[in-house]
Structure formats: C-alpha cells, structure tokens
Nanobody, 123 residues
Framework: QVQLVESGGGAVQAGDSLRLSCAASGLTYSSSVIGWFRQAPGKERDFVATITWDGTSTHYADSVQGRFTISRDNAKNMVYLQMNSLKPEDTGVYYC????????????????WGQGTQVTVSS
C-alpha cells in the first residue's frame, strides 16, 4: 500500500527558503513517479514539479522553474522539494503524489496523494 507523508511546511518571509519532504512507502513501478502539487485557498490544485524513479528526469511549472528543485533519495524512501526565493504567490498547501511512468503534470495522472503541508509566504 502506497503511503505518502509530507513535512517541512511553515510560515516564512518572501525571499526565504524551505525544504519540503515526502516520505514515500510501498512504491511500485506503477507509482514510481513522484510529483509535487500545491493548492491555494479557493483555487485548483496545480502542478509544481515531478521526478522519475531514478531521478534522471525532472520537470517544473514555469512559475517555479529556477527557484525550486525536486530530488529523491530512494535508499531513504524520501522525495524533497527545495524552495528558494519564495514569493507570496507560492503560498498554499503542498501535496506529494505518486503515479506511473513516464511522468505527469496533471492531477489525473497520479493515483496516490499525501495529506499536504501548509506553506505560507508573507511579503
């Protein structure tokens, strides 16, 4: 059974950094791709970043390209999202999700979701 647990959220100032973690257990081939999504109040859950099983391929939303970095440590069953130069518009609940290869940038391509961690960026 796939389980995903996010951590690392918090309240920060614009320009600060945060690193989110996703503890992933029970992954199989059909759930080997990990993505990060975020949802601001009253808005849709949007794609942020994704990484393949071996970490050789990553993809980012245009809004976070160059500021966020997704990585994974399969030995520790962990996926990370390093977020630098945070902006108020990065505020939201951040979710990690697991889905099949090759990779996905839409919610419908992911089968398993964590409960989310809140990130609040103030100006």
């Amino acid at each position: 059974q796939v389980q995903l647990v996010e951590s690392g959220g918090g309240a920060v100032q614009a320009g600060d950094s945060l690193r989110l973690s996703c503890a992933a257990s029970g992954l199989t081939y059909s759930s080997s791709v990990i993505g990060w999504f975020r949802q601001a109040p009253g808005k849709e859950r949007d794609f942020v970043a994704t990484i393949t099983w071996d970490g050789t391929s990553t993809h980012y939303a245009d809004s976070v390209q160059g500021r966020f970095t997704i990585s994974r440590d399969n030995a520790k069953n962990m996926v990370y999202l390093q977020m630098n130069s945070l902006k108020p518009e990065d505020t939201g609940v951040y979710y990690c999700a697991a889905g099949p290869p090759p990779y996905g940038i839409t919610k419908s391509e992911y089968n398993f979701w964590g409960q989310g961690t809140q990130v609040t960026v103030s100006s």
